[in-house]
């Protein structure tokens, strides 16, 4: 496992890119320091315009569609779109199921509502999602991977449905994130987002063979690239174009719109500013799991862009990664459990057949041992 020499990024990500020793994100955010950000805006508006022609339907009461969950990034890309970009919006939010969905969650989707804006709530059939968490669990160890689907699915087939051509996310997932495979023609190009690696990975077969109604399997998966064509959908990345884009801005912002947070949590999910994935609790354990089997989790990805905005020092991240990555809530564990039907035991031994054993230490029926030392390159 190799780090990153600027910031705490491994080369174990998927999809993840290196060149002279340095990750992709660390290289795009070096190159945009000096950016002049009012040029990129109007870059992102003429986009904006050019699309706006192409629309299908010029009856259409709305301009576009936002994705959003019950997050701080999504409550200031809704008001960055209406407010900055001034144009009309739907919200579209792939909703929990009710009994995964927490009710800060949904305090925080009517937190929306109150603001002025539309949103369609879309939610997967609980049954299914509790089958499909566990089958993801068991053939991919990625609790959220279809979560992760529905999501990023349902906002494009709803574009599709309403005649939307025109849909808005936050960062780009290749040159913000270390999503290579789903970088685009410039850094506003969203269209590639089904090769993400949570897209990508694995295919739908594995949902065929637990879901068997169409109506319920349509809502995990991506739209073609015919029928994206067919109805001139574009997705456009509004993170490149927004100067003060980050964690700790967008959640003060959220916050002072009355955006509702969970104190403490840094100590049970190691979520540092107690603002993200708000909406539920298993996204936790996925952060566990994909400590598990790359060497990195949520602590990380949050110091990496302290790291890149010259926040903190890499040492100091070290210290902070040290102590939050890995971190995890029993309590949460027996939740999971019970949700999607198995035993604490069952949870250990599924999570124990995805740590990557040249960097942990298996340990039966308790988490694993990490071999390594963070910021360290290691060679097992």
């Not at 349509?218 to 509004?238: A, G, M, V």
């Amino acid at each position: 496992m190799k780090y990153c020499k600027k910031c705490l990024s491994t080369d174990l990500r998927p999809n993840a890119k290196f060149i002279n020793g340095i990750c992709e994100p660390c290289i795009y955010y070096n190159s945009i320091k000096n950016e002049n950000y009012d040029i990129k805006l109007q870059i992102l508006k003429d986009k904006i315009k050019k699309n706006l022609r192409k629309r299908k339907s010029k009856n259409n009461t709305y301009d576009c569609i936002v994705g959003v969950s019950a997050g701080k990034d999504s409550t200031r890309q809704a008001h960055w779109v209406r407010d900055r970009l001034g144009l009309n919006p739907l919200l579209i939010c792939a909703a929990y199921p009710p009994k995964q969905m927490s009710y800060t969650g949904a305090n925080n989707v009517s937190n929306l509502i109150e603001m002025g804006f539309d949103i369609i709530m879309d939610t997967p059939a609980p049954q299914s999602s509790s089958k499909l968490m566990l089958k993801a669990f068991k053939e991919f160890g990625n609790i959220m991977k279809a979560t992760e689907m529905s999501l990023f699915s349902t906002v494009p087939r709803l574009a599709i449905e309403l005649g939307i051509n025109l849909i808005f996310w936050g960062e780009n997932a290749a040159l913000q994130v270390g999503d290579s495979a789903s970088g685009g023609i410039d850094e506003f190009d969203g269209n590639n987002l089904r090769n993400l690696n949570t897209l990508s990975n694995g295919g739908v077969d594995w949902i065929d063979d637990t879901i068997s109604r169409l109506e319920l399997k349509d809502h995990y998966l991506y739209p073609t690239i015919q029928e994206f064509e067919k109805s001139n959908i574009n997705i456009l990345y509004l993170g490149p174009a927004w100067d003060d884009w980050s964690d700790e801005n967008n959640s003060i912002y959220a916050a002072l719109q009355g955006l509702e947070l969970k104190p403490g949590e840094e100590n049970s999910t190691g979520d540092l500013l107690n603002a993200s994935m708000l909406d539920e609790q298993f996204i936790s354990l996925n952060f566990l799991l994909r400590y598990y089997k790359f060497g990195f989790g949520r602590a990380t990805d949050y110091t990496c862009g302290l790291i890149r905005s010259s926040s903190i020092s890499r040492d100091e991240a070290i210290k902070i990664v040290k102590k939050y990555d890995g971190i995890y809530d029993i309590k949460i564990i027996e939740k999971f459990c019970k949700y999607v039907g198995i035993t604490i035991t069952d949870f250990w031994d599924i999570t124990n057949k995805w740590v990557n054993t040249d960097i942990f230490t298996i340990n039966k029926g308790k988490a694993p041992t990490k071999k390594f030392e963070i910021g360290v390159n290691y060679v097992n």
